[in-house]
Each structure stands twice: as C-alpha cells, then as structure tokens.
Antibody
Framework: EVQVVESGGGLILPGGSLRLSCEAS????????MIWVRQAPGKGLERVSV???????YYGDSVKGRFTVSRDNSKNTMYLQMDGLRVEDTAVYYC????????????????WGKGTTVTVSS | QSALTQPASLSGSPGQSITISCTGT?????????VSWYQHRPGEAPKLMIY???KRPLGVSSRFSGSRSGNTASLTVSGLQADDEADYYC??????????FGGGTKLTVL
C-alpha cells in the first residue's frame, strides 16, 4: 500500500524556520504530483502547496514567499522549508499524493500521512 | 479563492441517511467534475471516500455516495453507523493547479 510519513514538526518561535519532511513508500515523489495541506486548530483543511511532475510548486497566498518545497529523489522525500513563521502557521501539516492517470492529475489525494504538528509561539 | 461551503455539523441516528452539501462556484465545483470527499478522525490520516464526484475507491462502503448538481456537490451516507462519526471534507479542483477544500462537516451519530 502506498503511503507517506511526515516528520519534523515542533515548537518554534515567531520568525523562526522549520523544515518538514514527507517520505514516500511504494511510489516516487518525483513522478507524482504532491501536495502539502494544513489544519489549524479548530479549522478546516487548507492547501499549502502543490508540486507538479516538473518540480514546479504552486503556493497558497498565505505562505507564498515564506515556504519552499523541494525534493530529494535519492531519499524519495519531499520537504517543506518554512521560514518567517507566524503564529497563524500553527497547524498539523499533512502531505499527500495527488493521484494521476497517465501523468495527468485527477486532483484527488489517495495517500495521506498522519501529519506533523507545528506550533509557532513565544 | 474562498473555501467551499459545508454545514459545520450534522447528526443522524443509526440506520438513517444524511447528506452533506459542498457549495462552490462556477470556477471550481461547477467547472470540473473533480470533487473528492475525505473522512478525517483526530490523529489519523484523512481517508479518501469519493473521487471524481461519485466514484468510490476500493474498500469504501457502498453506503457512501457522491453527486454533483451545478455548483454544489453532495456526499450521502446511508444506513448510518457509529463508526461513521468523523469530520468530512470536500475538495474541488479550481484550475491552475489549485484545489479548494470545504470548511469541514462534523458528523455525529446519535
């Protein structure tokens, strides 16, 4: 069964940086569309970023210019580098695979992790 | 782009049917038949329940069904069971490699 596992969350001061990891099993992150989604306390799901097959990443307005996605093919891992963290970035962060057929995304997520918690607080 | 609109909460008794609505616009739900639904319990990974509006992944009970009319998608859960109690989120493609989520619906089985 394909799966992803997130890690790297923690408690960080406002203005600080954190890097989250998303390790995939039984599929290649560089041959799939991948998404980061977050859920703030008491809130719904929010798209953070979508990365396409070519490695181009589209960011949500709330994180644009502060967050950066990268991939390490040798480790089959996607990363979310979060800089300039704000209190409102506090959330559980999930990564997921966007299912594709013949390399065309069908825009549903078929493999999710359990998430990693990021708390931004002084 | 705003989040899709879902009722914050719904409840039903075992055996009953409930329908969760997900209202978007002509730029997302109404434009693409690419609505998916996820079941989410605290501390767990979200689980795909419906994709492409009405298709069920292998292993998902036939009690779950999806539909779309205009700018509104719906998830129906028939024959409610205690195990169905969870948060449910809709998601729609919105163009330009963007997806929008609904605010989530907390389903309580009485």
């Amino acid at each position: 069964e394909v799966q992803v596992v997130e890690s790297g969350g923690g408690l960080i001061l406002p203005g600080g940086s954190l890097r989250l990891s998303c390790e995939a099993s039984l599929f290649n992150v560089n041959r799939n569309y991948m998404i980061w989604v977050r859920q703030a306390p008491g809130k719904g799901l929010e798209r953070v970023s979508v990365t396409n097959l070519g490695g181009v990443t589209y960011y949500g307005d709330s994180v644009k210019g502060r967050f950066t996605v990268s991939r390490d093919n040798s480790k089959n891992t996607m990363y979310l580098q979060m800089d300039g963290l704000r209190v409102e970035d506090t959330a559980v962060y999930y990564c997921a695979r966007v299912y594709a057929r013949s390399y065309s995304p069908l825009w549903y997520m078929d493999a999710w992790g359990k998430g990693t918690t990021v708390t931004v607080s002084s | 782009q705003s989040a899709l609109t879902q009722p914050a909460s719904l409840s039903g008794s075992p055996g009953q049917s409930i329908t969760i609505s997900c209202t978007g616009t002509s730029s997302d739900v109404g434009a693409y038949n690419l609505v998916s639904w996820y079941q989410h319990r605290p501390g767990e990974a979200p689980k795909l329940m419906i994709y492409e509006g009405s298709k069920r992944p292998l292993g998902v009970s036939s009690r779950f069904s999806g539909s779309r009319s205009g700018n509104t998608a719906s998830l129906t859960v028939s024959g409610l069971q205690a195990d169905d109690e969870a948060d449910y989120y809709c998601c729609s493609y919105a163009g330009s490699s963007t997806v929008l989520f609904g605010g989530g619906t907390k389903l309580t089985v009485l």
